[in-house]
């Protein structure tokens, strides 16, 4: 059974939850105002595609939209959550925008999974039965 994707996955939203946990996080001085919305965008977008390919390894994927729409729905619920999570911790609060940038980082790398899935079909293992 190949689990690659699937522990690169939960690896991946240990380090997003424990990142998110950090208290009174700045960004390091010169960076732009807006540079964590470009953090956060890139973050959930990485996570997005470790999602699809786990789902696409483990023979998952029967309809896309169907696997679409559930990295949809669960990085959204991710996406809140850890926003009010961040609202518990010191320095840090809960922003609208960065849950925005989270959806756009998952519609972004949906849509580009979309655009090579054929391809990445014969490069990605599937689940031995």
Known sequence: MKMGFRIALVIWTILMLTLSSMPDFQAPEGFPKYADKIVHLFEYGIWATL????LKQED?????LGAFVAVLVFGG????LDEIHQSFISGRSMDKYDFLA??????VAIIIFRIFYKKARYYIPERKK
């Open 77 to 80: 619920v991710m996406g809140v």
């Open 102 to 107: 989270d959806m756009i980082g998952i519609t």
């Open 51 to 54: 999602f699809l390919l786990m």
């Open 60 to 64: 998952r994927i029967n309809k896309l």
